[in-house]
């Protein structure tokens, strides 16, 4: 019997990995240099440099990580849905429960979107660009059966994960002001919880993507 061997677990580049996440996270890009991840995972900067030349491969590999599981929990979802109209609800959905559940990456996603600018003409690998393929040609095939509104699909994405990034992050000021407001929603939101105000915001964000066409 021939047995397979997985590939051994680098548990100390791992670590470093996650702490780095944590510190893009928080800083961005531009607002953690490499001397401080290596200060922070407890190495010098050659130990650093041993797993990783500069600080753009191993913000790079954050995001490969990042984009992975992503990839990973979205294509598990819309396999499952038998339909198109299915799948683009399971995607969502998905993604929705994915930003509450991982809020930490959420936020780097949504991060990096906002910092890349300066950076992305100068990209050699865009780790997000099979997600989105994924989620453009789910848009093409819904609007080849009519069930998708006909918009370039870059832009129908742009206003499905703009609207859901910007619940989320809108989220606790909102809350904030509905709870001060006298005579307020407060009872009547959902804004007060996280979960219940994200699937409230995913019915508006499917009622936008499956508009009449």
Not at 112 to 126: C, G, K, Q, S
Not at 127 to 137: H, I, K, N, Q, W
Request: proline share 3%; glycine share 8%.
């Amino acid at each position: 019997m021939t047995s397979v061997l997985k590939p051994k677990r680098d548990d100390k580049r791992e670590a470093l990995l996650d702490r780095a996440e944590e510190l893009f996270t928080e800083h961005g890009f531009h607002g953690v240099s490499l001397a401080a991840i290596a200060q922070a995972v407890g190495l010098g900067n050659a130990g650093l440099l041993h797993h990783f030349a500069t600080k753009q491969t191993l913000y790079r590999e954050v995001l490969r990580r990042l984009a992975a599981e992503l990839d990973g929990v979205i294509g598990e979802a819309i396999e499952a849905a038998p339909t198109i109209r299915g799948k683009l609800e399971t995607l969502v959905r998905a993604v929705a429960a994915w930003s509450v559940q991982r809020a930490g990456r959420a936020r780097l996603m949504i991060r990096e979107l906002l910092d890349n600018v300066d950076r992305v003409e100068r990209a050699r690998t865009l780790p997000l660009a099979g997600f989105v393929d994924t989620c453009c040609a789910l848009v093409e095939a819904g609007q080849m059966e009519g069930t998708v509104r006909h918009a370039d699909p870059l832009v129908v994405l742009a206003q499905v994960f703009g609207a859901l990034a910007y619940a989320q992050l809108a989220r606790p000021t909102f809350a904030k002001i509905a709870a001060a407001k006298v005579g307020g929603p407060r009872g009547k939101s959902p804004v007060a919880d996280e979960r219940r105000w994200m699937s409230a915001v995913v019915v508006d964000v499917e009622r936008m993507l499956f508009a009449e066409v």
